[in-house]
């Protein structure tokens, strides 16, 4: 029960020992302990304790061992969200992951789709200066901090659709509909939607999904993003799609279940609820239980 230099076992008393520790975990992995963190520490420790008891219990043992993909789902959320603070938080400790500083830009273009310019305000102000001193990439093997299997195979994205037009041929819109089709089972309604009122927006929008991820992520990371994200706004429909998707790319159930689990650091248990009524029958948390049991 020993979590970042803090004993969970006794969530009501905290020593100067711990909070030593604490302090030290985090200049060491993220450069710094979060505000947030600096406060409750001074005020109350056991609420930084209870929240690291919730996060502890997140990951299973694989998402303990291999960190990274949730480090990159929150550097995600915190750029949509054009918290500074976390972004550079998030981008310390991804490079002391192992990251490599084009998997953070591919994170920050993915977090662009939904943030807008006040997320890479955000991003410039909190972490430019970390990402100008970062070292050019030099063949570092970004896969060996993810879970096996995973793969930077982003292929599947380059459907070859003319981006010069804003509209689709007949025979872009079958590429497109037969590519939901096989991955997700399903259309999304978004997609009739804008190809009937604005066909051009629904093109931009695979044009940046292809420019955003050129293989620096995982390809799996597309799916886990979209899980943690959109159970962190509570939107059902944004939940549905990663978990297919993530069904398609490869993604474990206990997989999904921690993106959906991290999401809930933010959406709390009524997002879960609204993950738990997307996905019905998609799921089936007993046989991760049962995996836990044997």
């Known amino acids: 029960m020993l979590d970042r230099g803090l004993d969970l076992a006794h969530l009501d008393a905290t020593s100067d020992a711990e909070t030593a520790a604490f302090n030290a975990h985090y200049a060491a992995s993220h450069g710094a302990p979060l505000p947030a963190y600096d406060f409750w520490m001074s005020m109350d420790p056991g609420q930084v304790k209870r929240h690291r008891l919730q996060a502890r219990w997140t990951a299973d043992e694989e998402g303990r ?170 939107v059902g429909p944004g939940i549905r799609e990663g978990v297919l998707l993530g069904r398609s790319f490869g993604l474990t159930e206990s997989q999904i279940f921690e993106a959906i689990g991290w999401g809930a650091l933010y959406g709390g248990p009524a997002a879960v609820s609204v993950a738990a009524q997307a996905t019905e029958g998609l799921l089936d948390a007993s046989r991760i239980e049962a995996g836990r049991q044997a």
């Open 65 to 234: 061992s291999l960190p990274l993909h949730g480090t990159i789902a929150f550097l995600h959320l915190y750029a949509i969200y054009a918290y500074a603070d976390g972004i550079r938080y998030e981008v310390s400790h991804a490079q002391s992951l192992g990251s490599t500083r084009a998997a953070v830009l591919e994170t920050l273009a993915l977090a662009f789709m939904h943030s807008g310019p006040r997320g890479m305000h955000a991003a410039s102000d909190g972490a430019r200066d970390l990402l100008d001193r970062w070292p050019v990439d030099s063949g570092a093997d970004i896969l060996a901090a993810f879970p096996p299997g995973w793969n930077c195979d982003v292929s599947v994205l380059a459907n070859g659709f003319d981006y010069t037009t804003p509209t689709w041929t007949a025979a872009e819109l079958s590429t497109l509909t037969d590519w939901y089709r096989r991955h997700l089972g399903e259309v999304p309604a978004y997609v009739d939607f804008l190809r009937r009122s604005r066909p051009g927006i629904l093109k931009a929008w695979w044009a940046r999904l292809e420019g955003a991820m050129r293989g620096a992520l995982p390809i799996q990371m597309l799916p886990f993003l979209m899980i943690h994200f959109n159970v962190a706004r509570a």
